[in-house]
């Protein structure tokens, strides 16, 4: 590449004298003209012989070249500092003398930086590849200022000011390995990998795992809503069981009450009505206000007939007389259309047919 431009050439500003610095040594290495901007070029005299008048003007070329790329390689400000240099050394030390400061300034400047050293630590949600690189930019800083360090002060740096997620992996380091014979790079390559392997990601997967964060909170919602709705028709269905297990635990009992003849349950029924021998109306029926039931002694009306529900009728006077079953009796209104009567209870030994008026006007009839 030499005698080609290179593109994307480095340009000082003034604030990146550093980074700038180290790219433009690099530079001018790989342009073989690094050893003329470090030393003066002796100019020949008369006396000079001919061959080393051919070497002094070989160098003048990289010379009047490495001036050329310091040119190239600077901001106008920068541009107008060195524009009367003659050398590509001259040039050189104007621009580190104006970025770095003399000896004073670069002391202070060194302080500064050291300060930042010391109080530099890891943050907690930083990666451990952010937090190496906040360190390699202020230790060299502090190089070009003239300070040095060797590999031990920055592997116990970086032990010292990890997040308290690394400390398990500090421990295993220091009890398998001496710290003074761990390069910097091999620590920084165990943290990284460390990290990955806690965090179970990569560079190219955050975006990923953060959608699928947010797509995994979403459906938790989803499903603890689910849940709730899932235990609240449990609940339902537990409390309807319960209901039905209690109707059926009546029905039974009701059921072991009328076969049992030692427990019987008697209704009682607010009429004085009590004398059975006499000849009544077995084809009439009476509405009762202190009827409790309705009842009937004409099988034929009866449709649906139960004799699950045998029990002892007790009248006022303490009469009593036995249910056979209870069914329901149609009957035909004025205008022709049907009216069911629900639970009348069939009484063979009454010679009267009883209506319970209450009855009734609790199923939605009126009386007039």
């Excluded at 997620?165 to 710290?179: H, K, N, S, T």
């Excluded at 059921?255 to 019987?264: G, H, T, W």
């Excluded at 349950?265 to 000849?279: G, K, P, Q, R, Y």
């Excluded at 329901?328 to 009484?347: H, P, Q, T």
Aim: proline content about 2%; charged content about 30%.
């Amino acid at each position: 590449m030499n005698g080609h431009v290179p593109g994307n050439l480095p340009v000082l500003d003034g604030k990146n004298w550093s980074k700038w610095s180290v790219q433009m040594r690099a530079l001018f290495g790989f342009q073989d003209v690094y050893e003329v901007v470090q030393n003066e070029i002796e100019e020949p005299t008369a006396s000079t012989p001919d061959a080393q008048r051919q070497v002094l003007k070989d160098l003048k070329k990289k010379d009047c070249k490495a001036l050329f790329f310091l040119h190239q390689c600077v901001d106008s400000a920068h541009f107008e500092k060195i524009a009367t240099a003659t050398t590509s050394k001259e040039a050189w030390d104007i621009l580190a003398k104006a970025c770095s400061g003399d000896g004073r300034l670069k002391k202070v400047k060194l302080n500064t930086l050291k300060r930042q050293y010391e109080l530099l630590q890891m943050e907690d949600n930083e990666r451990i590849c952010d937090y190496f690189t906040r360190l390699f930019i202020i230790v060299n800083q502090m190089q070009e200022y003239g300070e040095r360090f060797k590999d031990q002060d920055l592997v116990e740096k970086v032990m010292r000011t990890l997040t308290p997620q690394f400390d398990g992996r500090v421990a295993a380091i220091e009890e398998a390995r001496d710290l003074s014979e761990i390069k910097i790079e091999q620590l920084q390559a165990s943290l990284e990998a460390y990290d990955l392997k806690m965090n179970g990601r990569s560079p190219a997967r955050l975006q990923d795992q953060a959608l699928y964060a947010s797509k995994q909170k979403q459906e938790k919602g989803k499903h603890v809503q689910a849940i709730r709705l899932e235990n609240e028709d449990a609940r339902k269905k537990k409390k309807k069981y319960i209901r039905n297990e209690a109707h059926m635990a009546q029905a039974k009992q009701a059921k072991q009450e009328s076969d049992s003849d030692s427990e019987v349950e008697a209704i009682v029924l607010m009429t004085t009505i009590c004398n059975f021998s006499n000849n009544g109306d077995a084809e009439t029926w009476y509405l009762d206000t202190g009827c409790s039931n309705h009842m009937t002694c004409n099988l034929n009306w009866l449709v649906n007939l139960g004799n699950s529900r045998r029990c002892t009728i007790k009248f006022a006077d303490n009469s009593t007389v036995k249910s056979m079953g209870v069914g329901n009796v149609a009957f035909k209104r004025s205008d022709g259309s049907l009216a069911i009567i629900e639970k009348v209870m069939y009484v063979p030994d009454m010679r009267y047919n009883l209506m319970s008026l209450g009855q009734l006007l609790e199923k939605g009839f009126s009386a007039s």
